[in-house]
Nanobody
Framework: VQLQASGGGLVQAGNSLRLSCAVSGRTFSSYVTGWFRQAPGREREFVAGINNRDMSADYADSVKGRFTISRDNAKNTVDLQMNSLKTEDTAVYYC???????????????????WGQGTLVTVSS
């Protein structure tokens, strides 16, 4: 499985950014997908995940109401729309693909087997 993330960059606080991840090598529509992030000096944390069938989503409390995850099963892509960005959103963002097929949205890092290369998001004040 290969994941290719894109869309990171430098943005001022309050602005928006959209990340995209292209997935290949598995039946994309059979798996939940997720986004994690890792800020400097901190552990990697769950940001958002999306169900592969009904498109329901789960979010970390810190991004609820500001971030939206979406997926296109025809294009094998998963996006993360980030609005009202804060300086504390600065991190390397990773798209992730789980070990097991199904519709449960895992929030733990150990449930994900494949990771994109990471894309840096820097939010300035």
């Amino acid at each position: 499985v290969q994941l290719q993330a894109s869309g990171g960059g430098l943005v001022q606080a309050g602005n928006s950014l959209r990340l995209s991840c292209a997935v290949s090598g598995r039946t994309f529509s059979s798996y939940v997908t997720g986004w994690f992030r890792q800020a400097p000096g901190r552990e990697r944390e769950f940001v958002a995940g999306i169900n592969n069938r009904d498109m329901s989503a789960d979010y970390a409390d810190s991004v609820k109401g500001r971030f939206t995850i979406s997926r296109d099963n025809a294009k094998n892509t998963v996006d993360l729309q980030m609005n009202s960005l804060k300086t504390e959103d600065t991190a390397v963002y990773y798209c992730a693909f789980p070990k097991y097929s199904g519709s449960y949205i895992y929030t733990g890092e150990s449930a994900y087997e494949y990771w994109g290369q990471g894309t840096l998001v820097t939010v300035s004040s």
